[in-house]
């Protein structure tokens, strides 16, 4: 659901509005319970759900916290597409990175970095499930062979967030795009990239922050047919602004 109204009325309102009426199952032991529902797409998941009480204004009420198993299975398990960790493995290890490189004063000379593959969607659409799997198998090969020394996880269906060496990045960027967009075939498909570089000392709390900026970074030329990547700049944040190699 894009919004918490349409959730509300998907739902109608209420937990069992969730749930597909069977196979929920509840632990004595802990209190906690699993079930099946039915996503706003009309995929079937499984939901785990804690249980605690709490007490509102005198009132006696339940938090529930709700979490897809799908999702959490696919955050710690290793990506069966391109081999990569899964994307809490991801973090850990490029976090482990950071602190080592941060003391060693040389963090600098790592960038975080995203690749995107806009209108993904409409490959899909046209070469199905399977040619779409292909691609970012493809895609993945891609990352390892111009970036061998390379963190990768791969976040949603065509989106991958990693660590890599800043030497001669723009020429790596430039090579992993044109081969991918070589294989995508069309203009109306193409790998896009945004990138961070930290000129100055970085500390944990920024590099926590610098996939998101990565991100927006990528984000901010999915339109643009005239560059590939971009790299993340403080006024994007503010003013959309966009500093080009």
């Known amino acids: 659901c894009k919004t918490e109204e349409e959730f509300l009325s998907f739902t109608a309102g209420r937990l069992s509005g969730m749930y597909t009426g069977d196979h929920i199952v509840l632990s004595e032991k802990t209190g906690a319970f699993c079930f099946s529902f039915f996503s706003a797409m009309h995929h079937m998941h499984t939901a785990d759900v804690k249980a605690e009480p709490l007490m509102v ?3 006696a009420c339940w938090v529930l916290e709700v979490v897809n198993r799908q999702w959490q ?4 398990a290793e990506d069966s597409l ?3 960790p899964g994307t809490s493995i991801f973090y850990h290890q490029a976090l482990e990175i950071a ?10 000379e ?8 806009a209108n993904f969607r409409g490959f899909n659409r046209e070469f199905g499930i399977t040619g779409g799997n292909q691609c970012i198998a493809y895609l993945g090969t891609i990352l390892h062979q111009t970036f061998p020394e390379g963190l990768f996880t791969r976040t949603d269906a065509d989106n991958f967030l990693g660590l890599v060496g800043r ?3 723009g020429e790596r960027l430039d090579r992993a795009c044109s081969a991918m967009n070589l294989y995508l075939g069309r203009r109306s498909y193409a790998l896009k990239a945004g990138i961070v570089k930290f000129d100055h000392p970085a500390d944990e709390e920024l590099v926590k922050h610098s996939f998101d900026m990565a991100q927006i970074a990528c984000s901010s030329v999915k339109n ?6 971009a790299v993340f700049s403080r006024q994007m944040d ?5 500093v080009f190699f």
């Open 57 to 59: 204004d005198e009132q």
């Open 238 to 242: 503010h003013l959309g602004g966009i």
């Open 224 to 229: 643009d047919a005239m560059h590939s990547y």
């Open 73 to 76: 299975e696919k955050d710690s």
């Open 99 to 108: 602190r080592k490189r941060i003391a060693e004063g040389t963090f600098e």
């Open 167 to 169: 030497e001669n990045i």
């Open 82 to 84: 391109t081999g990569f």
């Open 110 to 117: 790592l960038c975080p970095v995203c690749f995107n593959i």
